[in-house]
C-alpha cells in the first residue's frame, strides 16, 4: 500500500494566487520530510527539507519566503507556493525516508499555474 | 560537480530480453547507499532498489539487480527478462551519510522503451 499521500494531485491557478500542497505519512511518524521539484523532462531536485516541529531547511537557490514549508506534525508537511507565477509550473513531489535504505515519494501534485 | 552521472539519455530494448542501465557516482564519503526509482508516465517516483557502500554482495530485488563497482564507482541496474511495463524513466541516486547531509540526490535518468 501507499506509504506517502499528497494532494491535490493536479491543481491549475491563476497567477499571483497561492497554493498549498499536502504530503501526508501514511505508515509511520516521519520527524523529516523532503520537498522536490521536476521540471518537464528533468530530474528532481531537492527544495527543502521539512523538519517537524522546527524550522525547514531550504536549498541553495530556493526562496524560503516563496515557498513555505509548515511541518505541524508526524504525520503531515505542507508546502505553499506563495504569489504563484507561469515560472512555478511543475511537478512537486514529497518523499520520507523511514529507514537508512529506502526513500518513498508521493504521487506527486503537478502545478500549471497561468 | 556532478555527484551522479546517468549517461543514456535513451535505451531499447525487446521483451524478454535484459538490459543494463549505467549509473557512475562520485563521493568522497565512505559510507553512502545508491538507490534506483522507476518514474512511469503517470510522474510516481517507485522505488526498486537499494545498495549501501558497505554492502558485500549486489543487490537484487526479483528481476533487478544492482551490479555494484566500488572501485569504479558504478552502480549499474540490471533489469532482466524486460517486460512491456518496463517502459518508463529510471533514475539513479544517491544518499551520503556523513557529507550529504543525509539528502538523496538524482541522475539526470533514463528513458527504457520496452518493444514488443
Known amino acids: 500500500g501507499a506509504v506517502v499521500s499528497q494532494h491535490p494531485s493536479w491543481v491549475i491557478c491563476k497567477s499571483g494566487t497561492s497554493v498549498k500542497i499536502e504530503c501526508r505519512s501514511l505508515d509511520f511518524q516521519a520527524t523529516t520530510m523532503f520537498w522536490y521539484r521536476q521540471f518537464p523532462k528533468q530530474s528532481l531536485m531537492l527544495m527543502a527539507t521539512?523538519?517537524?516541529?522546527?524550522?525547514?531547511?531550504?536549498e541553495q537557490g530556493v526562496e524560503k519566503d516563496k515557498f513555505l514549508i509548515n511541518h505541524a506534525s508526524l504525520t503531515l508537511s505542507t508546502l505553499t507556493v506563495t504569489s504563484a507565477h507561469p515560472e512555478d509550473s511543475s511537478f512537486y513531489i514529497c518523499s520520507v525516508r523511514p529507514d537508512a535504505e529506502t526513500q518513498y515519494f508521493g504521487p506527486g501534485t503537478r502545478l500549471l499555474v497561468l | 560537480a556532478q555527484k551522479i552521472t546517468q549517461t543514456q539519455p535513451g535505451m531499447f530494448v525487446q521483451e524478454k530480453e535484459a538490459v543494463t542501465l549505467d549509473c557512475t557516482y562520485d563521493t568522497s564519503d565512505p559510507s553512502y547507499g545508491l538507490f534506483w526509482y522507476k518514474q512511469p508516465s503517470s510522474g510516481e517516483m517507485i522505488f526498486l532498489i537499494y545498495?549501501?557502500?558497505?554492502?558485500?554482495q549486489n543487490a537484487t530485488e526479483g528481476r533487478y539487480s544492482l551490479n555494484f563497482q566500488k572501485a569504479r564507482k558504478s552502480a549499474n541496474l540490471v533489469i532482466s527478462a524486460s517486460q512491456l511495463g518496463d517502459s518508463a524513466m529510471y533514475f539513479c541516486?544517491?544518499?551520503?551519510?556523513?557529507?550529504?547531509?543525509?539528502?538523496?540526490?538524482f541522475g539526470t535518468g533514463t528513458r527504457l522503451l520496452v518493444s514488443p
Open positions: 521539512s523538519n517537524e516541529g522546527s524550522k525547514a531547511t531550504y
Open positions: 545498495q549501501g557502500s558497505y554492502d558485500q
Open positions: 541516486a544517491m544518499r551520503e551519510v556523513n557529507t550529504g547531509f543525509q539528502k538523496l540526490v
